[in-house]
């Protein structure tokens, strides 16, 4: 009734007197027993108890303790050879690499292949690279398969022409999504949002798109799966900007000076309703006709892992730039005022911003910087990542050197990455309706 583990003695030993029948049964007709009736379980071979040996014991002798992360702890730091510009490919694997969870996935060796052709698997190279990484190691790794193999699954990344992080970011998520499940099921998975792979389970979100009718007010809602938020800079070609003036943004410990941009102001803009004008008019269910709408976009699921992409690179009918606008960007962040769930606390566009946010379930760590110096046509890409606690490093290929908080809260920011505070479970009912849905 209470759903709780109960330990039953009379069950334990009804239990041990039957293994104890069937491994006698197995003994006596071990020459009569086909093969495949010696596979079906409960009839396997007795494991023995494992009792320590003298080597064993000599070599728990000579490490008495466990290895502790102090602050000159540096398993993990290892820097990346560039292979002909291919930087843009370094930063985003350092991200990887630091991502908590994943980094746990893979140093566990929970990975099993799927695929019909493991060399041309991914995920296995993935697994091989945290190895690498983590090995403690400290000359630079040479990550030649890894480049290989995403010219083979992302062939648009091909060469050694200068790439976008961002680009290879969400190809190499969509090519570990597919090999998780092996190539074949991976792209019968239309929908991201029922898998359960690995990828899925730390980067997807939900993105909810609410489309108003502005006759009858009726709303239609749509949930889409993302890995990631795009979103708009001052300077841009969009619309919307400036934000209105007059704000207080202390929200998220975020420094607010005048003219300075914030992550707050850039999600806070991409969650406010957009009239899509008499050009893009709807046909509404509710009226039967096309009618002008507004549109506003709200966070339904918010993953384990948030990414978000700051459009630096524009390129229009006119003209191809970078906008090297500063953003500021906080250590933590609150997504609680971005939430779907959150609608009611808007009036009029206006996003009201709680003070104190009890809802722990939405705030977020920083735990990754990416970072674009140059121009368009010639740049560097650079990585900032937390190895442990307050202890920050920047990834510049091969080279890695100490970073304080300053430098990675001062830098220009192009992808930010943070880490859920809190992982909640689900509930027993969302898993059986899960389950019933896939």
């Not at 609410?210 to 841009?236: E, K, N, R």
């Not at 906008?323 to 779907?340: G, K, R, V």
């Not at 510049?396 to 304080?404: E, L, P």
């Amino acid at each position: 009734m209470c759903k709780d583990y109960v330990y039953d003695k009379d069950i334990e030993q009804i239990a041990k007197e039957e293994q104890g029948e069937a491994l006698k049964l197995q003994a006596s007709t071990s020459t009569e027993v086909s093969h495949q009736q010696c596979s079906v379980p409960g009839l396997g071979e007795k494991y023995p108890t494992w009792e320590t040996t003298k080597p064993e014991l000599e070599l728990l002798g000579h490490n008495p303790r466990r290895r502790r992360i102090t602050s000159s702890f540096t398993i993990g730091l290892r820097g990346l050879i560039n292979l002909g510009n291919t930087c843009f490919m370094n930063c985003i694997v350092q991200a990887l690499t630091h991502t908590p969870i994943l980094r746990d996935f893979f140093l566990s060796d929970r990975h099993r292949c799927e695929m019909p052709s493991p060399e041309l698997c991914l995920v296995c190279e993935m697994s091989s690279l945290f190895r690498e990484l983590y090995s403690g190691n400290p000359s630079p790794h040479v990550p030649y398969k890894l480049l290989h193999l995403v010219w083979i699954h992302a062939r648009h990344l091909a060469g050694y022409r200068q790439q976008d992080a961002h680009e290879f970011l969400i190809a190499a998520l969509d090519v570990l999504h597919r090999h998780c499940k092996g190539d074949d099921a991976g792209k019968a998975a239309n929908n991201p949002n029922h898998c359960n792979c690995i990828i899925d389970q730390i980067f997807t979100g939900g993105l909810q798109s609410d489309v108003t009718c502005q006759a009858c007010h009726g709303v239609s809602t749509t949930i889409d799966p993302c890995w990631d938020i795009s979103l708009d800079l001052p300077g841009s070609c969009t619309s919307f900007w400036p934000m209105s003036p007059g704000r207080e943004s202390s929200v998220n410990g975020e420094s607010h000076l005048p003219g300075i941009t914030t992550l707050t102001d850039c999600l806070r803009r991409f969650t406010r309703p957009e009239h899509l004008g008499s050009s893009a008019k709807i046909k509404c269910g509710s009226c039967q006709s096309y009618q002008e709408s507004t549109k506003q976009l709200t966070m339904n699921k918010l993953p384990v892992v948030a990414c978000f992409h700051f459009k630096r690179f524009e390129h229009s009918a006119k003209q191809r730039r970078k906008i090297t606008t500063y953003i500021s960007f906080p250590l933590e962040l609150d997504m609680t005022p971005f939430m779907a769930s959150s609608k009611e606390s808007r009036m009029n566009g206006q996003l009201q911003l709680p003070t104190n946010s009890a809802n722990d379930e939405n705030k977020y760590s920083l735990f990754a910087v990416v970072n674009h110096q140059g121009t368009l046509e010639s740049g560097h890409y650079t990585s900032f990542i937390r190895h442990h606690k307050d202890q920050w490093f920047k990834c510049d290929d091969a080279v890695i050197t100490k970073a304080s908080i300053k430098d990675v809260l001062d830098s220009e920011g192009y992808l930010l990455f943070y880490h859920k505070q809190v992982l909640e479970h689900e509930s027993e009912k969302v898993k059986e309706m899960s389950t019933q849905a896939y």
